[in-house]
């Protein structure tokens, strides 16, 4: 008994130890930077690195596999749209780009709004399981989600 008393004594001590520990961390953060490119340009070349990478993937080592599979054939045909979007909006105003990525939000939040209104009319109707209508539910969540996150 007194060692098992021991024992959630000294877990006790270590847990509070690297609460207290985690708490110095953060405020010794490192101060942010002063980055030279502004965060959309820093973003964009981000996104095209990664598309590139993604698609010299699939060009490279499962060139064989998109030939014959239709869902990588989409998926690299989204990417090399995407990367022409990015590499467009390179030589286009500011002010231009911005207009068209708030227009792109309304409607696209809009398509959003049907798409869940009809989920809840199918969760009404009985010839639908109510979790497979939950994983659209949740597929919809990640779709703002990811919309919240673009650059604006």
């Given at each position: 008994m007194e060692q098992s008393?021991?024992?959630?004594?000294?877990l006790l001590l270590i847990v509070v130890f690297l609460v207290m520990l985690a708490g110095r961390l953060r405020r010794m953060r490192e101060p942010e930077k002063d980055y030279i490119l502004p965060r959309h340009r820093q973003d964009a070349i981000i996104g095209k690195a990664l598309k590139n990478a993604a698609l010299a993937l699939l060009k490279g080592e499962f060139q064989d596999e998109v030939h014959h599979n239709e869902l990588l054939q989409i998926l690299q045909s989204r990417l090399e749209s995407e990367l022409a979007y990015l590499k467009s909006d390179h030589h286009q105003p500011a002010n231009e780009i911005s207009n068209r990525i708030d227009h792109y939000h309304v409607v696209y939040r809009q398509i959003i709004d049907?798409?869940?209104s009809m989920l809840l009319h199918m969760n009404k109707n009985?010839?639908?399981e109510e979790e497979i209508i939950r994983k659209h539910f949740t597929q919809l969540d990640l779709e703002e989600e990811k919309l919240t996150k673009l650059p604006e």
């Open positions: 008393l021991s024992f959630y004594i000294l049907k798409q869940r009985a010839e639908f």
